[in-house]
């Protein structure tokens, strides 16, 4: 109903629509659109009442909402589905309950704060209250499922190149789902999948970017690695405008990927924006550190270090440090 509402008053920029009208359209009283006017406000939407001519949108807040993402965006498939929480536990974990439903791809999970974000391994995603984008995208790729570690690799690109375009700033991907700023964590990427021996049912991206926080935002546990666009930036950045790159540039990667069959050209760009080839890295697998040389990604997304010894190993998976 409140998207409804929202869609008519944006239809209607110049002219107030009044209270009667809506209640005329949308088919219910006054007093529950009087109190949907109030619930916007709240939300951050500056409506205006105008005596004896109705409600005028003056300003929309830079929230996840469908109906904000979804103005403007041009995408085929990514978005189509958008579902906003104000405030869930984590969005991946939404999308997945969505996916068991049988909900179709490209439905888009945001949310203005999680509060059990997830990392990988049941790490904790510090995702607070309007000032980052934590959302999950949902996949069903026609493809093997030990292509799927392929996907974390082509969403940092396709997130790197976004924050790239959108900002103007210089990010770099570290192994395997890291974009760092200025040496520290700016998002994190975490792909969830289930699969049958030889079939995806289906794949959530889940991506976390820190965008607006100011540095004593960050929680004591991660302000040593943790990072905003904002704070290099220095001015606020739209979350909208970020979101709908980052959803269109998803899309062009991931119809190249799945229907082009064409991984070679987004491992290219992946290894132009990555900041370990070349590099000493150190790897904690299993407990386990590997130390050596990061010396290219194989076609399936896994990271080729070169050890002291000279021998070349294969991490599928793993924190890589620098
Ligand atoms: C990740 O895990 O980097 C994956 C993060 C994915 C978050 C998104 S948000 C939307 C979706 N819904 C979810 O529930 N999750 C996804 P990992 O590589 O394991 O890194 C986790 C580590 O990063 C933590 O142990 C902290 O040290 C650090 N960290 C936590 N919150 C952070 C933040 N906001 N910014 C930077 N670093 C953070």
Redesign the pocket.
Known sequence: MKDKIIQILKENSKNPVSGEKLSEYLKVSRTAIWKHINQLRQEGYEIESLPSRGYLLKNTPDVLSSIEIQSGLKTHILGNKIIHFDSI?????KAKEYALQGEKEGLVIT?EE?T??????G??????KGS?I???ILLRPDIAPCQAPKFTLLAAVAVAKSIQEETGLLVHIKWP??IILNK???????TEMNAELDRINYIVV???I?VNQQEND?SE??KN???SLFEVKKSKISRQNLTRRILTNLEKYYLNFVKKEDFSSILKEWKELSCNLEKEVKVVLNGKEIEGIAKDITEDGALLIENREGKLIEICYG?VSV
Do not use: H, P, Y
């Open positions: 536990d984590s969005t991946n974990e949310a999680q059990k974000g997830k990392g990988r391994k790490r904790d995603w510090i995702s607070s980052g934590w959302m999950s789902n890291d520290k964590k700016v998002c994190g990427i975490l889940g991506i976390g820190n960050f546990e991660i690695k943790a990072i924190d």
